[in-house]
């Protein structure tokens, strides 16, 4: 157990020295022989050093490199280090099955807690072999040297002819400021054959839609023809997806491409030039770039947001999209107008219409993949109550796809039409906050069953062996440098910018589980907008918006201490184990207050500043702009 930990670090580290940039090697096909026995010899060395064993790591070590070479032979996409990271999980989870077997046999626990025990060791063993096979094309970026899907645009020039294409602009209520911004620069597109439907649907304050419709006129007459076409639909049921299927119908008729880009969102002027030109292939359906951000450099807190997000849409993104598990994701995006028009067009039901799409072209035979180049950037929510409430849409909206069209992810023949690993890929990320919420649950069940136990005097006190401890500290080591890597690959370079991007993610925990869990209801879920308003100073305290959290965070502390404080009864090492997972699943909880907190500082110091600002503060196209006007 100690030589494959050791082995992970090894390999986590060398990943770090090949993989610089994402989809590029930075060190010569010839250094590989090198890496695999490097490693292998430091392995063997440190585990040695650190156990005092050296003969009897020679059966794990055989068993290590034959799987290694069974896996560079069947997965010869796979770099060194990729190999060495793929080959120790596995290994690992075998090794440690067998080592929990054999610790609950001789712990000498009452037959009940047994065969819980036993029950928990063959659900953490099934739900490793799925995150296994979702963290193979997740961490791709990471472990591949070859791909076999774009990982680029075409080269400028190379398109054979000018699609026509529909942009789609919806808006609800939003600033004008903000949308005109988008709209000019849809207008600087370095394309011809293009028109763009601004389609506001049911805003009352004619203050807010009117100059939209001017700012359309005036574009057109910049332009020297009709560009621009402004709708202001009311009433139009189905939120952003009800304007979206209300473009479908006025488009003009010979569309061949569909594109879609939210109100605040600031598009490269070869948007459409580069990407097009993938439309050539016929079974491409769609053909979809990162979110990203502008507006957040000065602010704590909009930069744990960025940062929070940035590596999802950089690494693990491009991942999926390798092993055919791309999905739209709402703006940035272009679509083949006929397949669209085939699936039916846009979900109204569903509170992530986007990805939803992409299922229902999928099953229709169709392909897509995802860019991880940015095309464009919009604005981070402003206040941490937004935030939420996007992740809660983006969260939800998944498991009410599954919910819908489980059916279409069964094994072949029974639903033929999508590829296996496209299946699964889909089915992991929909229940992604259900595998969360039951393991969380699992954790707790087995940490209050073994203290009953203990309390009891059913059993005697769980001796930890000193293993463990060395295994939790090179583990959190290995977990440590494949965060900060993953970071590093998304484009960050500051330390506590990454630790604020992990506070960020932590304290969505909450959010997520309960949107797991409102995903599965059958009645329909309210899509509520992201405001992009200037906000106002609050004085609101960080509990207020996260009071659930607090309390959750709270407790766990709470039975934290109450182990440590029972030691005697419990035993000293499980008494330690208790209180580090009570505690590690505090930090997760009260990680929401402290984003509150950064985000109320965040408001005050900002209040009344119009987003605009940001926008073309953080743009230096936007900035000329401005001058020249």
Known sequence: M?????????????????????????????????????ASIAAVALTALLTGHLVDQLLIFVLFLNMAAVM??????????????????????????????????????????????????ASAVIVFALDFAERFARESVLTHEQWRRPIAPPKPGAAKREFKVSLHLPCYAEPPEVVKLTMDRLAAQDYEAFEVLVCDNNTKDEALWRPLEAHCARLNERLGREVFRFFHVSPLPGA????????LEV??????????????????????????????DPDIAYVQTPHDYCGYAGSDYLTACYWEYMPNNKVDMPGVSEYGGAF??????????????????????????????????????YHGFYLGETYGRGLIPETFDDYKKQRFRWTAGPVQQLRRYWKLFLPAPLAPRMPGWTKLLEVLRCVAPLRMLFGMICAVLGLAMTSAALLTRSMEPVDVPDVVWLLLTLGTLTSLVRTWHRYRLAGCSRVVDMIHGEIARMSLSYTILVAGVAGLSSKPLAWRRTPKFAVE???????TSTMMETVLGVACLFFGLLALIGQSILGVEFAVLAFVGAAGLALRFLSAPYMAAMAIRHVNGTAQAAPVEAVIRADPLLREARVEA
């Open 2 to 38: 100690v030589f494959l930990a050791v082995m992970a670090c090894i390999a986590a580290l060398l990943a770090v020295r090949a993989v610089t940039v994402p989809h590029r090697m930075a060190r010569p096909e010839s250094q590989e022989m090198g890496e695999i026995f490097g």
């Open 328 to 365: 739209t994701i709402g703006t940035m995006c272009l679509l083949r107008a006929d397949a669209l028009r085939k699936v039916g067009g846009w979900a109204e039901w569903c509170l992530t219409e986007d990805s939803e799409v992409s299922v229902r072209l999928r099953a229709a035979g």
């Open 251 to 280: 488009m003009a008729p010979d569309t061949e491409i569909v594109a879609v880009v939210d109100a605040d969102y600031q598009a490269r002027p070869d948007f459409l030039s580069r990407l097009t030109p993938f439309f050539e």
């Open 240 to 247: 952003k997806a009800g304007a979206l299927n209300y473009c």
């Open 72 to 121: 560079r032979y069947y997965v010869n996409r796979l770099s060194m280090p990729g190999i060495l990271w793929m080959t120790v999980q596995p290994l690992a989870m075998l090794v440690s099955a067998v080592w929990a077997s054999l610790f609950i046999v001789e712990a000498g626990l009452p037959t009940w807690v047994e065969a819980m025990a036993f029950a928990g060791l």
């Open 537 to 543: 100073e609050t004085k609101e305290t960080p509990f």
